[in-house]
């Protein structure tokens, strides 16, 4: 990544100049869930999207079901430059080899894995590929805090979109692994127990609702699109923190400002030494 500055890369990914080309995301997997994600991505239009499978026999069958919305390819090299390549599954050396294909061909990509131990992964596949590690995300807590977030626009009603519920810990898979920060819950920027404490307690009392595969596949949407769109949008995600709540730098879930140039700035939250401890312990410090 020497001589690379990602600050230029957001400048000319906002300027005239950018749009020169299509915006461009890769979907890498054979999976039920990668098929949904390239068919959710391709929809708005919003960027060309090839899905990236390992047998043509696989590439055709994508290429009928998909109906055009999105192209089959595969092999990767046709696909740089991309701007957001998502690999699903839970391989070591797949992560390992996709991130040293992005690092050698379009290094200022972003990088999402896909899979339920994806801050594993995202450790593999940053060490020695050299991929900047705020370039590489993963889902993290945030198919919890969807649905956390859902259920609590439901007892306000309010649009789910309004709601921000920031989350840290591990990937998230078992109720305890990404603890939700329910005292910073906001509506529209506005604290959620100051609207109703009432029902911001009965929120926050009920037990955690189990993940599901649509709040995984939607979460790994959302991604997607704040990098492509560089919405710079605060998702607890699974992301590289750096100089953050007592880390040197590790992948953790954690709020952070989610753009074309991958994880910025973590949000500042004030964490309790338990908290704290909870970060270092997914961080395997």
Known sequence: MSGVSLEGWRLRRRSGAARQRTLRAVVVGESTEAFECAGRLAAPRTAEVIFSVESPAAAGR????????????????????????????????????VALWAARTCPLTALIIAARNGLELSRLAASGSGLAPQLILSPGGMPRVRLEAARLARRLDVSGAQVCVPAIGADGESADSALLLRRYATVAGVPA?????????????????????????????????????????????????????????????????????????????????????????????
């Open 62 to 97: 994508a290429a009928v079901a998909l109906a055009g919305a999105a192209r089959a390819s595969v092999q990767l090299d046709g696909a740089s430059p991309c701007d957001v390549l998502i690999l699903f599954g839970d391989d070591a050396g797949r992560a390992r080899d």
């Open 193 to 285: 127990r100051q609207i109703s404490e009432r029902d911001w307690r009965l929120w926050s009392e009920e037990p955690a609702p189990r993940v599901t595969p649509a709040a995984f596949i939607a979460s790994i949407v959302a991604m997607a699109m704040a990098v492509l769109e560089d919405r710079r949008e605060v998702l607890s995600c699974g992301a590289w923190v750096e100089g953050a709540f007592g880390l040197p730098g590790a992948f953790v879930t954690a709020p952070v400002r989610v753009g074309a140039r991958g994880a910025e700035e973590p949000l500042a939250l004030k964490l309790t030494l338990e908290e704290r401890s909870l970060l270092q312990r997914a961080a395997g410090r």
